[in-house]
């Protein structure tokens, strides 16, 4: 993420956006379109003539924005990934710094899967797409999903600090642990439809929390947890 999970400045208000100029404004439609299609049809299905087609600009048009298919497809990436940002890390770090923080980040990172079970995870999909080619785009993206494993595990070592994490937690497991619970959310969910993995990955997450807080501070969400599932 561009932003420590622990900076001051980033439970300040966020400025408002200023008006965007029209070639701006144009590369923004342009750029929101191409994540559309990206998200349905994965990175590798965007391309100039797609895009002019679905924008109704000329190829030529929407080239001058972009230059390549390449920097097309980088370009999706970075709005992707600043969207997450404002949607999931940005509000969840609002929260008080330890559990409820940790607790912040994955829920919203489960809405935010939650909502693109009709179309998809650009940096799941992405990963299928690109995890034995090298260049640009792959680096670009990888770059990306490090940014985001970095807050989350900023987060668990600021709940170790906190004492709300048992001193002996390994940030990376624990991080691997959480990760494997998206994955297997989006694969159920979205390729076999299976009813109740929300439910599961949330279940999932409150038993990871288990093994790796302090007792007193998992214990009620946890009771809640277990007889939500019921």
């Keep these: 993420m561009t932003t420590s999970t622990d900076a001051p400045a980033a439970d300040a208000a966020r400025p408002a956006p200023k008006p965007l100029h029209k070639g701006r404004q144009t590369r923004a439609a342009i750029l929101d379109a191409a994540l559309g299609l990206a998200s349905h049809m994965g990175l590798e299905g965007l391309s100039i003539g797609a895009l002019a087609e679905v924008t ?49 980040l994955f829920e919203r990172w489960i809405r935010r899967v939650s909502v693109e079970l009709d179309s998809g995870c650009i940096y799941i999909s992405g990963a299928v797409e690109f995890d034995d080619r090298p260049g640009p785009v792959r680096d670009a993206l990888a770059a ?13 070592r600021i709940g170790i600090e906190a004492g709300h994490l048992r001193q002996d937690t390994d940030p990376t497991q624990m991080l691997f642990e959480l990760h494997g619970l998206i994955l297997a959310l989006h694969h159920d969910a979205r390729f076999l439809r299976t009813p109740g993995a929300l439910d599961r990955a949330r279940a999932g997450f409150e038993r990871t929390l288990s093994h790796y807080a302090v007792p007193a501070a998992a214990a009620p969400r946890a009771a809640r947890a277990r007889r939500a599932t019921r």
Excluded: D
């Design 56 to 104: 109704q600009m000329s190829k030529s048009g929407v080239f001058a924005h972009f230059g390549s298919r390449e920097e097309l497809q980088i370009s999706v990436i970075r709005e992707y990934h600043a969207r997450f940002e404002e949607e999931v890390f940005f509000p969840a770090i609002r929260e008080p710094r330890g559990l409820p923080r940790l607790r912040a």
């Design 144 to 156: 990306m999903v490090r940014a985001w494993h970095a807050a989350l595990q900023r987060a668990i």
